[in-house]
């Protein structure tokens, strides 16, 4: 049943283990698993309002402590928007490499200065040390690498 899940979701087996020790621990209060529901417009509020502070904050305290290295790349979105996509890359307390989704930011151009005012604002909001900042990584487009590159 766990792997027809899987399949039918699309989702990768590597959480297979994660998933049995979720539903093992859920199933030890059955009164209180029979009594859930989740609609996906409520899963979606709790993920954007709930767990990801959480999560967000844990990740601000790594990048205070932590070197890392940002990946960036520029994308338009179904309205035509320019949006800037900010990923972080660091080593975790347990050695293990972790990529995780820091920011996204709109703009009127995309340009080496409204990149790097987006930045300037991502770190100051969060207090994030730029000496941590070790190498940035963004796409080949001429806008990123400059109009002679």
Same mark, same amino acid.
């Given at each position: 049943?766990?792997?027809?899940?899987?399949?039918?979701?699309?989702?990768?087996?590597?959480?297979?283990?994660?998933?049995?020790?979720?539903?093992?621990?859920?199933?030890?209060?059955?009164?209180?698993?029979?009594?859930? %529901?989740?609609?996906? =417009?409520?899963?979606?509020?709790?993920?954007?309002?709930?767990?990801?502070?959480?999560?967000?904050?844990?990740?601000?305290?790594?990048?205070?402590?932590?070197? /890392?290295? $940002?990946? $960036?790349?520029?994308?338009?979105?179904?309205? =035509?928007?320019?949006? +800037?996509?900010?990923?972080?890359?660091?080593? %975790?307390?347990?050695?293990?490499?972790?990529?995780?989704?820091?920011?996204?930011?709109? +703009?009127?151009?995309?340009?080496?200065? %409204?990149?790097?005012?987006?930045?300037?604002?991502? /770190?100051?909001?969060? =207090?994030?040390?730029?000496?941590?900042?070790?190498? +940035?990584?963004?796409?080949?487009?001429? +806008?990123?690498?400059?109009?002679?590159?």
């Amino acid at each position: 049943m766990l792997l027809g899940f899987l399949a039918e979701k699309s989702l990768p087996f590597t959480v297979a283990p994660d998933l049995l020790e979720l539903v093992k621990g859920m199933s030890k209060d059955r009164k209180a698993l029979n009594c859930i %529901t989740m609609h996906q =417009n409520a899963a979606s509020y709790k993920t954007r309002f709930g767990i990801s502070k959480t999560v967000k904050e844990a990740l601000l305290e790594d990048l205070q402590k932590e070197f /890392f290295s $940002l990946n $960036l790349d520029g994308s338009t979105n179904s309205s =035509n928007q320019k949006i +800037v996509t900010v990923l972080v890359n660091y080593m %975790t307390k347990d050695g293990n490499i972790s990529t995780k989704h820091l920011s996204s930011y709109c +703009v009127d151009n995309v340009n080496s200065e %409204t990149i790097f005012q987006g930045l300037v604002q991502i /770190f100051d909001k969060n =207090n994030i040390p730029w000496q941590n900042l070790m190498s +940035v990584l963004m796409d080949s487009c001429s +806008v990123m690498r400059g109009g002679n590159a």
